[in-house]
C-alpha cells in the first residue's frame, strides 16, 4: 500500500505515547512534582500528536467525531474511545503526582489499561483486513503491543525491563517480516481466485485494464524492491533495537538514553513505512502486480 507519512508518524507516535502512559500509569517511575509534570507532557504530547496526524489522512477530517457512533462494529471507533478514556482518566492521575503528591492508584491501572486497549485496537484496524495478508495475522497485534511496550519501558527509564522488552520485540518483528512474507503466497489468492475464472484453468491477463493510473493503483498498489526493502530492515532493526539495547547496556546515562529513544523512534519509523509499503492488497491481481 502507499505509504502515508500522517499513518507513519500516527503509529510510531501513538504507540511510544500511550506505551508512556502505561508505565506510568502504573507508577514507574515513582515521579512526582516538576519531574512527573515533564513525564507526562511527553507521553500527552506523543499520543495526543500521533492520534491529530492519523486525521490528515482523512478525506473530511472535520467529521472524524462521527467514528464516535460506530464503536460496536468499528475498531476505528474503539480505538477513539479507548484513547479518550486512557487520556481522560490519566489526567486527574497525572494532576495527583504533579499538584499533591498524591497517587490515585486505581485511575493509574485503569488509564494504563486502556492505553494497551488503545494500542491493540489501533492494531486491530490493520489485523481485520483480509484483503491484506501481510496484516491478517495473529502476530500483528503482538508486533503492536510488543513495541509499544518496549518504547514505553524506554522512555520511562526502565533500563532493565527495557533492555529486555527490546529484546523481544526484535524477536517478534523478525518473526512477522517471516511469516509476512509468505503471507500472500500462503492466503491461496491469485488471478484465478480474484476473477472467479480460476476454474477453467490458469488465469492471466491479457492486457491492463486501462491505460492510466487510477485510485486504486495509487493507494493500494505500491511495490518495493527486494534488494530496497532488506536495506531497510536492516536500517530499522538496527536503529530500532540493537542500537538501543547496546547503549542501555555499556552505557546507561542520560546522554546515553536520550540517543537510545532518538534511534528507537527512526528505527520504528522505518518498520512502519515497510509495514504499509510491503503490505500487498489483492486488488494488484487485477493489475498484474503480485
Same mark, same amino acid.
Not at 508512556?20 to 500527552?44: D, H, Q, R, S
Not at 492519523?54 to 460506530?70: D, M, V
Not at 526493502?229 to 536503529?239: C, E, H, N, P
Given at each position: 500500500?502507499?505509504?502515508? #507519512? ?8 501513538? /504507540?511510544?505515547? +500511550? ?9 514507574? #517511575?515513582?515521579?512526582? /512534582?516538576?519531574? @512527573?509534570?515533564? +513525564?507526562?507532557?511527553?507521553?500527552? $504530547?506523543?499520543? $495526543? ?30 480505538? /477513539? ?14 494532576? &495527583?503526582? $504533579?499538584?499533591? *503528591? ?38 500483528? #497485534? %503482538?508486533?503492536?503491543?510488543? +513495541? ?8 520511562? /527509564?526502565?533500563? *532493565? ?7 523481544? @520485540?526484535?524477536? $517478534? ?7 509476512? *512474507? ?15 475464472? &480460476?476454474?477453467? &484453468?490458469? %488465469? ?5 485494464? =486501462? ?10 498498489? =505500491?511495490?518495493? &524492491? ?14 530500532? +533495537?540493537?542500537? #538501543? ?46
Amino acid at each position: 500500500m502507499h505509504p502515508a #507519512p500522517s499513518v507513519i508518524v500516527f503509529t510510531t507516535l501513538s /504507540g511510544l505515547g +500511550f506505551g508512556l502512559l502505561m508505565f506510568l500509569g502504573l507508577g514507574l #517511575p515513582a515521579v512526582t /512534582g516538576w519531574v @512527573a509534570f515533564v +513525564f507526562f507532557l511527553i507521553a500527552y $504530547v506523543l499520543a $495526543v500528536g500521533g492520534l491529530l496526524a492519523s486525521t490528515f489522512h482523512l478525506g473530511r477530517p472535520e467529521r472524524a467525531w462521527k467514528a464516535f457512533t460506530q464503536w460496536k462494529t468499528s475498531w476505528l471507533s474503539r480505538e /477513539g474511545w479507548c484513547a479518550v478514556v486512557a487520556l481522560l482518566v490519566l489526567a486527574p492521575y497525572a494532576a &495527583g503526582l $504533579v499538584f499533591w *503528591d498524591q497517587s490515585f492508584a486505581l485511575l493509574g491501572f485503569i488509564g494504563a489499561l486502556f492505553s494497551l486497549l488503545t494500542v491493540f485496537t489501533t492494531s486491530m484496524i490493520y489485523t481485520q483486513l483480509k484483503t491484506i495478508p501481510r496484516w491478517n495475522m495473529k502476530l500483528t #497485534p %503482538v508486533m503492536f503491543l510488543s +513495541f509499544s511496550i518496549a518504547g514505553g519501558a524506554l522512555l520511562a /527509564g526502565q533500563i *532493565d525491563a527495557a533492555i529486555a522488552l527490546l529484546a523481544i @520485540a526484535a524477536l $517478534v518483528q523478525l518473526a512477522y517480516w517471516k511469516l509476512g *512474507d509468505q503471507a500472500f503466497a500462503n492466503s491461496g489468492t491469485n488471478m484465478g481466485t480474484a476473477t472467479g475464472l &480460476g476454474s477453467r &484453468g490458469a %488465469v492471466r491477463a491479457f492486457e491492463p485494464p =486501462h491505460t492510466g493510473t487510477n485510485y486504486l493503483l495509487r493507494e493500494f498498489v =505500491h511495490v518495493v &524492491g527486494r534488494k530496497h526493502a532488506a536495506k531497510l530492515r536492516v536500517i530499522s532493526f538496527t536503529l530500532a +533495537f540493537v542500537l #538501543p539495547i547496546l547503549l542501555m547496556w555499556f552505557s546507561p546515562h542520560h546522554f546515553a538514553a536520550v540517543i537510545a529513544v532518538l534511534s528507537h523512534m527512526a528505527g520504528i519509523a522505518t518498520s512502519r513505512w515497510l509495514f504499509f509499503a510491503q503490505a500487498e492488497h489483492v486488488v494488484g491481481l487485477y493489475y498484474g502486480k503480485r
